[in-house]
């Protein structure tokens, strides 16, 4: 059973055995599931899949820059507190940084899923194309996910030190191992951390947004054949949903981590500030969709105008009314205008939970509806919605998310020890 996070009463986990194990039960299924659908993936190929020579991408694309921007966005969030320094923030940005990492882990997971020769996902490394945004978008992430690790090492790196200094047990020997053998935990040691931390976070903002979620933009932005896509705009709006994403995914993960492992009450300043920065965020998103449609709509370009027909009044319209804007954008601000709701741990959460799902509807209006309209005339329309194996391969992909995050929160201190987070 989990306790308060003191000087050296250390013991994260579910405050609650019982909801452990229907957690866990939970996710084994979930597990399980997507474990068979993705051997039908594999024995059947992409015929396991409603994917085509028309519309070649589909869920597993937009999962894969849905949660690529979920990572970016929370790693953004962690920068308020790490080089920013923005009161009581300190309290999650190791939140921050562990989700960005599954996020990202989990998108590419996604990506090696969607590959048609799945058993080639090495080739970028070894035969690189300086002229491709892809091969360049390939590199970038790996020296983002080499910031993300370094970032969470450097933010948590001292309470491992505690841990494995007074716990005798395998957790102080795990806590030992991923202190790298850096033991020290005085005052000297803490401000050289915190300052390669603030070092090394300045180093991934602009790499996060320029070149990681703003250049995973480009690799839609640069498909002159889609004017959907080929947008200048494009890119930036993919930043600041990654932002509005990152920040509910953040404040979710706040509220339900503290509630239900550290049996701790949440600080209603964090909420306060992480609700306002949510709500500003998601006006932002709403207002460069709009400028995007009505540059679009304007512009009389036919592929465009019929485009978002079909995202507003077509087969993607339920999508687009019922969960970006219903999901995404509505219920979320009705709940963040409230300032004591904004204020209240579940009704931040379930703002949160509405965000993270409708941001889904939003990469699946960006994906699919501009490949439902043929490239040039004569060509066949294109006709796309999952199906089952797609479903539960992603089902099963996120179960693997939740399933890292779930164990990082039960065995690693997220939550500052000694009110490092002051």
């Not at 035969?127 to 992430?141: D, F, I, K, N």
């Not at 050289?192 to 790499?207: A, E, H, N, S």
């Not at 964090?270 to 995007?292: E, H, K």
Request: net charge negative; charged share 15%.
């Amino acid at each position: 059973m989990a306790t308060k996070h003191s000087s050296f009463d250390y013991d994260p986990g579910f405050i609650d055995g019982r909801l452990r194990v229907v957690w866990y039960g939970f996710l084994a299924v979930l597990l399980a599931v997507g474990g068979y659908a993705m051997w039908l993936r594999i024995d059947g190929g992409m015929a396991s899949t409603n994917l085509t020579s028309v519309t070649p991408w589909g869920a597993w694309v937009a999962f894969y820059i849905y949660f690529v921007g979920l990572s970016a966005g929370a790693f953004l969030v962690s920068t308020l507190a790490n080089v920013f320094e923005m009161d009581g923030m300190h309290r999650i940005d190791r939140d921050a940084l562990f989700a960005a990492i599954i996020s990202m882990a989990v998108a590419l997971l996604f990506v090696w899923t969607d590959l048609g020769r799945m058993d080639r996902m090495y080739f970028p490394f070894f035969w690189r194309q300086l002229t491709s945004a892809l091969s360049w978008e390939v590199h970038a992430y790996v020296a983002y996910i080499a910031v993300l690790v370094t970032e969470l090492y450097l933010s948590m790196r001292i309470d491992l030190a505690r841990v494995a200094e007074q716990d005798d047990g395998w957790r102080g020997r795990l806590c030992g191992l991923l202190t790298l053998g850096r033991r020290s935990t005085d005052e000297d040691a803490h401000a050289t951390d915190r300052k390669w931390l603030k070092r090394v976070g300045t180093l991934g903002i602009p790499l996060a947004i320029f070149l990681v979620h703003g250049g995973t933009g480009v690799l839609f932005a640069v498909a002159k054949a889609r004017p959907y896509w080929n947008s200048g705009l494009f890119p930036i709006i993919f930043v600041i949903s990654a932002v509005v994403s990152g920040t509910a995914l953040v404040a979710m993960l706040y509220v339900l981590r503290t509630r239900l492992f550290d049996g701790e009450s949440v600080d209603p300043g964090i909420l306060d500030r992480l609700g306002s920065l949510l709500a500003a965020f998601i006006l932002t998103d709403v207002a460069l969709t709009a400028i995007d449609a009505l540059i679009a709509l304007v512009s009389l370009h036919p592929h465009e105008v019929e485009t978002w027909h079909i995202v507003l009044f077509g087969e993607m319209s339920w999508s687009f009314w019922w969960f970006m804007v219903g999901f995404g954008w509505l219920f979320p601000l009705v709940v963040l205008s409230n300032r004591s709701w904004r204020r209240s741990p579940w009704p931040i959460a379930a703002a949160g939970l509405s965000v993270v799902v409708g941001i889904v509807a939003v990469r699946f209006n960006i994906v699919v509806p501009p490949q439902i309209l043929p490239v040039m005339d004569g060509l066949p329309h294109g006709s796309y919605f999952p199906t089952v194996t797609e479903w539960l391969t992603s089902a099963g992909m996120v179960a693997v998310g939740l399933l890292l995050y779930t164990l990082g929160a039960e065995f690693l201190p997220l939550t500052p020890l000694e009110g490092d987070h002051e």
